[in-house]
T-cell receptor, first 111, second 115 residues
Framework: AQSVSQHNHHVILSEAASLELGCNYSYGGTVNLFWYVQYPGQHLQLLLKYFSGDPLVKGIKGFEAEFIKSKFSFNLRKPSVQWSDTAEYFCAVKDTDKLIFGTGTRLQVFP | EAQVTQNPRYLITVTGKKLTVTCSQNMNHEYMSWYRQDPGLGLRQIYYSMNVEVTDKGDVPEGYKVSRKEKRNFPLILESPSPNQTSLYFC??????????????FGPGTRLTVL
């Protein structure tokens, strides 16, 4: 079965800093990959997803992610974070008939 | 408005007292799922349903039951809750699971405390 690793558990940044959150999945073949965001006290919302085609995926709120098949990675990036990006971020991969989530990365952005 | 609703949003109960958390979606989605979220463990799937009367165990099904008698509803039942089921629970739905080109829509969450 697939698994997902998010190596950054807690990231602290100042506003305007660049962000990269790591995500690795366990095995190859055709993969469907997702990044979800959970703002404090709220439910999960989809940031972006990859199914096929261009490996650079653009999502909402200025986020993007790059699928690198050779590295089994799907890292999330944002060139300049804002205080409002403070949230928990989850990478997920589709495995047959369900989503497998990573353990999440808590991002804190200070003004 | 397309949404997934859960009730109750907050619940404090005692060990052994049966409870049900309801989940309803208004998008005619086939696929519905329950997750629990715990610090450091992310979201783990409890049960899922690919359509009416079809349910399957996820990764952590012990101590939980579900039913899918109607397409829109997918209640989570704890017959005899225990303190280790204290968690944040999310219901989710998506149009189908075959292609998964659509996304899962999540409910607002139910914070359960079992004393």
């Amino acid at each position: 079965a697939q698994s997902v690793s998010q190596h950054n558990h807690h990231v602290i940044l100042s506003e305007a800093a660049s962000l990269e959150l790591g995500c690795n999945y366990s095995y190859g073949g055709t993969v469907n990959l997702f990044w979800y965001v959970q703002y404090p006290g709220q439910h999960l919302q989809l940031l972006l997803k990859y199914f096929s085609g261009d490996p650079l995926v653009k999502g909402i709120k200025g986020f993007e992610a790059e699928f690198i098949k050779s590295k089994f990675s799907f890292n999330l990036r944002k060139p300049s974070v804002q205080w409002s990006d403070t949230a928990e971020y989850f990478c997920a991969v589709k495995d047959t008939d369900k989503l497998i989530f990573g353990t999440g990365t808590r991002l804190q952005v200070f003004p | 408005e397309a949404q997934v609703t859960q009730n109750p949003r907050y619940l404090i109960t005692v060990t052994g007292k049966k409870l049900t958390v309801t989940c309803s979606q208004n998008m005619n989605h086939e696929y519905m799922s329950w997750y629990r979220q715990d610090p450091g463990l992310g979201l783990r799937q409890i049960y899922y349903s690919m359509n009416v009367e079809v349910t399957d165990k996820g990764d952590v099904p012990e101590g939980y039951k579900v039913s899918r008698k109607e397409k829109r509803n997918f209640p989570l039942i704890l017959e005899s809750p225990s303190p280790n089921q204290t968690s944040l629970y999310f219901c989710a739905s998506s149009l189908s699971v075959r292609e998964f080109t659509d996304t899962q829509y999540f409910g607002p969450g139910t914070r359960l405390t079992v004393l």
